[in-house]
């Protein structure tokens, strides 16, 4: 017990398989998708951060790198499922945050358990940092979904997975990293060989154009 089973955890989030008992080309795990994350999570704050927003480093690595850890103890819950209703989701919140608390509770040395409570709490909130994360999060989420679409994945569920984290991209607009992301790399994601062309730019744009016809 201890820190030795908290390093040892770490293998065990590689055997986390996300979006379980679907066809997939590729697998992805939960410890790359947190490497992506953090990954895009970087580029994010670098383009706020060039647009002249302070980016709280620290906090935003350790957002990024955790946010997905509970998951050891949860498993990978999709999307469309999780995030059914708020109601649903503040449950599937309070079991993760429970379960974790006792983890850290068995498992570190009083002196630092403040600390990781700290840093395995739920990492989207309102600060920019929080904000990035949950950017990055979704934009991993539609790469991974992208790449099944791509390959002709008959299984609509990832159809359904990209339009979802799309529209939640798009929730954050404000942000300068999301304009970013809209003007020069989405188009460049639709760009690519080999996708039905036309179904995902035409769900693409009624998407943004749903977006923006709710806010007038």
């Known amino acids: 017990m201890g820190i030795h089973h908290y390093f040892k955890s770490l293998s065990d989030v590689e055997k986390l398989i996300r979006c379980p008992g679907r066809f997939k080309y590729q697998d992805h795990n939960v410890a790359s998708h ?26 935003l690595y350790e957002k990024a790198l955790n946010h997905d850890y509970a998951e050891l103890f949860t498993g990978d ?8 209703s708020e109601e649903l989701r503040r449950l599937f919140s309070e079991v993760e945050e429970e379960l974790v608390t006792k983890f850290i509770d068995q498992e570190f040395p009083e002196e630092y358990q403040d600390v990781y409570r700290e840093r395995f709490k739920e990492g989207k909130d309102s600060t920019l940092e929080g904000r990035i994360l949950s950017v990055a999060d979704k934009i991993d989420l539609l790469y991974e979904s992208f790449g099944e679409i791509q390959k002709g994945n008959p299984e609509p569920l990832f159809l359904e997975i990209y339009e979802e984290a799309l529209a939640t991209i798009l929730k954050f607009r404000e942000m300068d990293s999301v304009q970013y992301f809209l003007d020069d790399i989405l188009p ?18 009624k998407i943004v154009e749903g977006l923006n016809t709710s806010k007038e």
């Open 34 to 59: 947190s490497f992506k994350v953090t990954k895009i999570a970087q580029f994010l704050g670098t383009v706020e951060e060039h647009n002249g927003n302070a980016v709280n480093w620290k906090s």
């Open 77 to 84: 819950i999709k999307t469309p499922v999780k995030y059914a």
């Open 188 to 205: 460049e994601m639709l760009s690519e060989k080999n996708i039905p062309h036309e179904q995902l730019s035409e769900m693409t744009k």
